[in-house]
């Protein structure tokens, strides 16, 4: 399929409620939605990169940036045969996930298409197993001005169906909430994400949490550091899980060899696709530990995506991948609904991401918009 055209919108959208985590709060929300056109057909892919440097160095600017003055103009007029092309097409820029990501889910999207193919089933070809039809999901619930309201917040999402609890922490606002939480929920599977706001030195804080059970604790140190999570898993008893400092296959070889985390959380935008996240998540399986597919506030086109990543036969926790009504009231794409019975979400069965995108909704947000041609 030769690459005839690719299209970029920067959008925002404001959040239904502002979303806080210990490296700042989130009040709305920019990302790049990116399209890809060939034989007639659209790929869509979705770059995470967002308002700030907080999470990652890249932002929805510096994506565009790097999309528009090098990726794009690298891989305009190629033929794509199958989607494993992009990530190698890619590679000689270094860095910059979040924004080849967008790149590479649009290229599967379109080849799923033009294969007759929903994207999960795609991803899936190489397992006996195939996609699942409905996958795990829990909500991940931001820092509020008050304990008395995540309490709140957790029972609301309860009583709507979801069957997996993420708390955000930072220092001064952790232990007293797991304890609470904990209390308050004594059945519900807990888990907590630092987003790197600790220190090694802060070990003895995570050794207090050991009665709590807690499903897991995400990223607690360092955004670069896998060596010294090596050093805190054997002097705690709760899983620890890696989201921020595993970038690549290679990456999580390293964490998996000097045994750093017992659960990796892959978000495909972190590592650059759904190629390398698919290999990361053959590496875990094969190792035994535990992985899940996390997210990053996603609309409804990067919401598909994960969604088909979480359709994997190894994926063996709930994923961050909670309906999108939670965070935008319109949206740009086809919400999903959670299937109360079972926390899960139904994987879209129609070609490709399996969506319906509002192109009324999707000019109405957008701030900038480019187009490039050979
Ligand atoms: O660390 O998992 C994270 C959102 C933005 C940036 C980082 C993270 C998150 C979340 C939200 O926890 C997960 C979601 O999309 O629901
Ligand atoms: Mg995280």
């Not at 790929?43 to 794009?72: K, M, Q």
């Not at 050991?210 to 955004?223: R, V």
């Amino acid at each position: 399929m030769k690459i005839e055209r690719v299209d970029l919108h920067l959008i925002n959208q404001r959040l239904i409620r502002p979303f806080k985590t210990s490296f700042g709060t989130q009040l709305d929300r920019d990302c790049v939605i990116l399209t890809l056109h060939s034989e007639g057909l659209t790929g869509w892919g979705e770059c995470v990169a967002s308002n700030d440097p907080g999470y990652s160095y890249e932002t929805a600017v510096t994506a565009w940036h790097v999309l528009s003055d090098f990726l794009i103009p690298s891989i305009l007029d190629k033929d794509l045969a199958e989607p494993e092309q992009m990530r190698e097409w890619l590679r000689p820029v270094r860095g910059h996930p979040l924004a080849k990501a967008a790149l590479d889910q649009a290229a599967w999207d379109i080849t799923a298409k033009r294969d007759g193919l929903s994207f999960a089933q795609k991803l899936a070809a190489p397992y006996a197993e195939g996609a699942k039809e409905r996958v795990h999901v829990g909500v991940s619930i931001g820092m509020q001005p008050a304990m008395a309201q995540t309490m709140a917040l957790i029972e609301h999402h309860l009583a709507e169906g979801y069957g997996r609890i993420k708390l955000k922490i930072k220092p001064g606002h952790d232990i007293e909430l797991a304890r609470l939480a904990r209390q308050n929920f004594p059945d519900t599977p807990i888990m907590l994400d630092a987003n790197s706001a600790y220190k090694l030195s802060d070990a003895p804080l995570f050794q207090e949490m050991n009665g709590l059970h807690l499903l897991m604790i995400e990223q607690p140190l360092d955004y670069e550091d896998i060596y010294q999570h090596s050093k805190l898993r054997p002097q705690i008893q709760s899983p620890l899980c890696l989201d921020e400092s595993i970038h690549s296959a290679a990456d999580t070889r390293f964490a998996l060899e000097i045994g750093a985390c017992d659960i990796i959380n892959i978000k495909p935008s972190r590592v650059g696709g759904w190629t390398e996240a698919r290999e990361i998540h053959d590496l875990c399986r094969a190792a035994g530990i535990g992985v899940w597919v996390g997210g990053m506030l996603e609309t409804g086109v990067g919401r598909a995506a994960q969604l088909a990543l979480a359709s994997l036969p190894g994926i063996s926790l709930p994923g961050d991948i909670s309906a999108t009504s939670r965070y935008y009231k319109q949206d740009i794409a086809t919400h999903f609904f959670l299937n109360s019975e079972d926390s899960t979400i139904t994987l879209p069965t129609g070609l490709g991401l399996g969506i319906e995108v509002d192109v009324e909704r999707l000019t109405a947000v957008t701030k900038q918009k480019a187009t490039f041609t050979p």
